[in-house]
């Protein structure tokens, strides 16, 4: 079955700073790789997604880039500020079940 | 849109009863629920799926008769863990699939912090 492996677990950076967080599937028929932000006590809130035909997809301060061929994919974000802080997931899916296979989660800290 | 609500938020049982957990699709109808388990500082692990009217297909090593899924209607499905103990304790949460957009994407719920005593 799908496996996912998401690096560093934990992540801390001064504002303003990017910080790039990784995951790795080993699923070739994985084909769409959404990213996740989890506030402490709350449910998971979509923050970026790519779907397999794409190579990077960007959305203001946050970006997602895919390489299928090695299969992993990274989550950028830049210009970080403290209210970024949470715990960042990444996950596989694909067509069929639809279902997801998260990464083990990076906690991520930008100091003010 | 696609709001996805449960209840309760907080649940306190005490080992041996059962406990039921909602997961409503507010604005919108949901051909498939998923639920999953999280337990402290760790990642979502997937539990089931449920298709509604149909029976809910379980992960491998999930006791589907401990954790019993239903989903009645479009818009709902239940989660009951029956004899609760508190090995059964963690933060569940569902998510949904909109029947009427990319088949992908899932609308997380807020979750249910279960604590069994």
């Known amino acids: 079955g799908e496996n996912v492996e998401q690096h560093p677990s934990t992540l801390s950076v001064q504002e303003g700073d990017s910080a790039v967080i990784k995951c790795t599937y080993s699923d070739s028929a994985s084909n769409y790789f959404p990213w996740y932000k989890q506030e402490l006590g709350k449910g998971p809130q979509l923050i970026i997604d790519?779907?397999?035909?794409?190579g990077e997809k960007k959305d203001q301060r946050i970006a997602v880039t895919l390489n299928k061929t090695a299969k992993h994919f990274s989550l950028h974000i830049t210009e970080t500020q403290p209210e970024d802080s949470a715990v960042y997931f990444c996950a596989a899916s694909w067509s069929g079940t639809y279902k997801y296979i998260f990464g083990t989660g990076t906690r991520l800290k930008v100091l003010a | 849109g696609a709001v996805v609500s449960q209840h309760p938020s907080r649940v306190i049982c005490k080992s041996g009863t059962s406990v039921k957990i909602e997961c409503r699709s507010l604005?919108?109808?949901?051909?498939?629920m998923f639920w999953y388990r999280q337990f402290p500082k760790k990642s979502l692990m997937l539990m089931a799926t449920?298709?509604?009217?149909?029976?809910?297909?379980?992960e491998q090593g999930v006791e589907k008769d401990k954790f019993l899924i239903n989903h009645a209607s479009l818009t709902l499905s239940t989660l009951t863990v029956t004899s609760a103990h508190p090995e059964d304790s963690s933060f569940y949460i569902c998510s949904a699939r909109h029947r009427d957009t990319m088949p992908y994407e899932q609308y997380f719920g807020p979750g249910t912090r279960l604590t069994v005593t």
């Open positions: 790519i779907r397999s035909n794409v």
């Open positions: 604005d919108f109808q949901a051909t498939t």
């Open positions: 449920s298709n509604e009217g149909s029976k809910a297909t379980y």
